[in-house]
């Protein structure tokens, strides 16, 4: 048995050679979490997870929350709530105490995440958060949010696995979980709304492996469940399941007495 976490790009080689030798394979990949954000949601907590799940850990999560769905007529009210809970969110390195979004795991991952920012903003994409614009030192990034993306922009579909936020707007329930079925990624996703019947309904149409209402898409018990669908893996880890995924089962029948068999 081979349990990974990480790159779907790894988790396919891995998956190959696991099949060279008929091993079973558990595997927990990347992501491109959604979090739906209704119209009766409570603003100023969903902002709050929504950038808690997108910045927690410099976005370096696979259930890092990357897009933030969010009904047409209150996206303006939303962006506020957003911008009021970032306040005081600030990057820096490790040493600084006053620093709360540290750096990212290398330069090379600094290189490609301003690559993915600048690439999106030069195809109209804009910067909502921080109003000063994205900056850059070494391998310390500033955490973004941005809205106008588009499929034609890389970082619209790719796992950033950095502290990134994109903003989409919806006009409808069956839009948002359109959109948020759109990636090849299906890990992790959120809803927030005061109406839970209308929260259970989206959950049983959304392709991903866990539904969190009202809670981070990085929400994650030992005792619950835990993987993928599509890309974002196969097989279960945590709680019952995860413990019969590593078993191996065997069926033992017992006759008693004489049978008849007819050839």
């Not at 990057?91 to 006053?98: E, L, N, R, V």
């Not at 839009?175 to 996703?189: D, E, F, Q, R, V």
Request: charged share 20%.
């Amino acid at each position: 048995m081979l349990n990974f976490t990480g790159s779907t790009r790894v988790g396919k080689i891995l998956a190959r050679i696991c099949a060279e030798g008929l091993k079973p394979s558990i595997l927990e990949l990347g992501g491109k979490a959604p979090a739906i954000v209704r119209a009766d949601a409570e603003f100023d907590k969903a902002a709050r997870d929504v950038l808690w799940g997108g910045w927690v850990h410099q976005g370096q999560v696979c259930m890092s929350t990357e897009r933030v769905i969010v009904d047409d007529n209150v996206m303006e009210e939303f962006v506020g709530a957003l911008k009021k809970a970032a306040e005081g969110v600030k990057a820096g390195p490790m040493s600084d105490p006053s620093t709360n979004v540290k750096g990212l795991i290398s330069v090379e991952a600094a290189d490609r995440f301003e690559e993915l920012v600048n690439d999106a903003v030069s195809k109209g994409a804009k910067v909502i958060i921080p109003e000063t614009g994205f900056k850059r030192d070494r391998n310390i990034v500033t955490p973004v949010v941005l809205s106008n993306t588009d499929e034609t922009m890389a970082i619209h579909t790719q796992e950033t696995f950095a502290p990134c936020l994109l903003l989409l707007p919806s006009p409808s329930d069956a839009t948002s979980i359109s959109i948020a079925n759109s990636t090849p990624y299906g890990l992790t996703a959120s809803i927030f709304t005061r109406d839970t019947h209308a929260a259970l309904r989206m959950s049983k149409k959304l392709e991903c492996g866990a539904v969190h209402v009202n809670s981070p898409t990085i929400e994650d018990h030992p005792a619950v469940v835990h993987g993928g669908w599509k890309e974002s893996g196969w097989g279960r880890f945590g709680g019952v399941e995860g413990v019969r995924g590593h078993l191996q089962l065997r069926s033992v029948s017992v006759r008693e007495g004489g049978g008849h068999f007819s050839l």
